[in-house]
């Protein structure tokens, strides 16, 4: 490698990844905002890992539709809507999915961290740089629909980093804010213990104390989230506020799904600024004589163990989200950018 070459991407998996993924009868999908691209994993029909990526500028947070049909993606100014152009039981090639951009909205440099299908089927978001949940608008940027009681108003600050938001039934419940400060970027000064998750239905803090908090998601019956300063999984008691441990993750963890019992948890090499210094998660890594890594961690929610990860290595650090394709066995992305997508034609039933 020259000095102006980059480092070649690689990116390999535990022995066992392949057949853990082939038990789940899906797929996986993850962002790199700082890498521009989303990455999607799957199996061939030989068994052997699909490996397929498309390039977008800063994507975010990841939305998929239950039946895996439509995908939303929030990039540095637009939120796409992609849906599969594939019939059900119909292949192109490899893949049982094919991805079309068929909706944008520019909703300009807001700062969309994780996104939700609402009950309408349109996208519902977290817009970071508004300190509040936000909806598509004909005709605007955005319309925002909900902000925690301490944020007074709507003002372009990133106050708390209100970045995480979970879903229940198309609706939304919860959010994690990584401070409930109310002047601009003044989350940054309680990263180590100020953060919290807020119900939306009635504004109440459920949880505080925790660290730089991400990804929370209900899955059956428990609100599960990433307490990212101390590199933890786990879920939140809404009732008692309370914190449960049940995973350390080695390295920056932001970006959870799940697969039945399974959680998927993306990984991160914690950047050396002024956002990831002083946390526990370094602490702790030193302790276990380990360093952070990028990639993905596979656990057993029954157990709390580490049952299957994946490694990048190159000129990717940083993940933001990771999403379930379930019943999706391989798929691909049409881009935006390209003769591909003046060829990708779907025609909708008479």
Known sequence: MTANQEPAFTLTTSRGFTGWLASTGGSLVFSTYQGGKIFFLGLKPDGSLSVFERSFPRPMGIAVSTDARTLFLATQVQLYRFDNALLPGERQGDYDAVYLPNQTWITGDVDIHDVGVGADGRPVFANTLFNCLAQTADGHSFRPFWRPPFISRIAAEDRCHLNGLAMENGTPRYVTCVSRSDVTDGWRDRRRDGGIVVDVTDGGIVAEGLSMP???????????????????????????????????????????????????????????????????????????????????????????????WIRIEGIVDELFDVAALPGIRAATAVGIVGPEIGRAISIAPD
């Open 214 to 308: 991400h990804s929370p998601r209900l899955h059956e019956g428990r609100l599960w989230l990433l307490n990212s300063g101390t590199g933890e999984l786990g879920w939140v008691d809404p009732q008692t506020g309370s914190f449960t441990a049940i995973a350390f993750c080695p390295g920056y963890a932001r970006g959870l799904s799940f697969f039945g019992r399974y959680a998927v948890v993306g990984l991160s090499r914690a950047r050396e600024n002024r956002t990831f210094e002083g946390l526990e998660l370094h602490d702790a890594l030193a302790s276990r004589d380990s360093e952070a890594r990028c990639g993905l961690l596979v656990v057993d929610t029954m157990t709390g163990d580490a049952t299957e």
